[in-house]
């Protein structure tokens, strides 16, 4: 089964609207990234958040943190277009570096 | 895609045939990873590798092959014993320091179809 969860599985909203999507996880982290894929692409990393925070920002993009619910939340602002595409959490686990996926939420954004 | 190429772009195989796909980094990285992604899904760990002549298991190793001759360079074979091997290969790196999980960093991946 996944470590991470995705949730909505699709998401569609009109440009400049905010799109939030969350991830749930199911054991105890370091870390926890989010990355975008366009259709068709590899993986571009986003970002990552560390178990001792709570909250991070990266231009329009802001990440929340919630150990005790392990989960995570990607609050993306005044949307675009080309933010079309679908964004992945992705937690460490076993130990070293061996990421696990969740199944990704697909974000449209019509103009 | 960063410092991590990937060919081909598409690679057709037919049945019984063993194919290799290519992964060259020029990122100075220790690690380097493969990974299948299925339509609609997340992406699924084969094989990595944490230094050069080593390399693991991931989650679906079977059915595949790999190599970790040289630090820039870790080529995935899709054996004839991968019965479904349909699907989006990623290859990625990562930096890796003692103790601290680092960043992925993924190639534009490979489509292999079967014929």
């Known amino acids: 089964s996944q470590q991470g969860e995705e949730d909505p599985q699709a998401l569609s909203i009109q440009e400049g609207e905010n799109a939030t999507m969350n991830c749930s996880y199911k054991?105890?982290?370091?870390?926890l990234q989010w990355y975008r894929q366009n259709s068709g692409r590899g993986l571009v990393h986003l970002i990552l958040?560390?178990?001792?925070?709570r909250e991070k920002h990266s231009g329009r993009l802001r990440v929340t943190l919630d150990t005790s619910k392990k989960s995570s939340s990607l609050l993306i602002t005044a949307s675009r277009a080309a933010d079309t595409a679908s964004y992945f959490c992705?937690?460490?686990?076993?130990?070293?570096?061996?990421?696990?996926f969740g199944t990704g939420t697909q974000l449209k954004v019509e103009l | 895609d960063g410092g991590i190429t990937q060919s081909p772009k598409y690679l057709f195989r037919k049945e019984g045939q063993n194919v290799t796909l290519s992964c060259e980094q020029n990122?100075?990285?220790?690690?380097m990873y493969w990974y299948r992604q299925d339509p609609g899904q997340g992406l699924r760990l084969i094989y990595y590798?944490?230094?050069?002549?080593?390399?693991q298991k991931g989650d679906i190793a079977e059915g595949y092959s790999v190599s970790r001759e040289k630090k820039e360079s870790f080529p995935l074979t899709v054996t004839s014993a991968q019965k479904n091997p349909t699907a989006f290969y990623l290859c990625?790196?990562?930096?890796?320091?003692?103790?601290?999980?680092?960043?992925?960093?993924f190639g534009p991946g490979t489509r292999l179809l079967v014929l």
């Open positions: 990625a790196s990562s930096a890796q320091t003692s103790g601290k999980q680092e960043t992925q960093y």
């Open positions: 054991t105890s982290i370091n870390n």
């Open positions: 958040i560390r178990s001792n925070e």
């Open positions: 992705a937690t460490f686990t076993g130990g070293g570096n061996k990421l696990t």
């Open positions: 990122l100075n990285h220790d690690a």
């Open positions: 590798s944490q230094i050069v002549n080593d390399f």
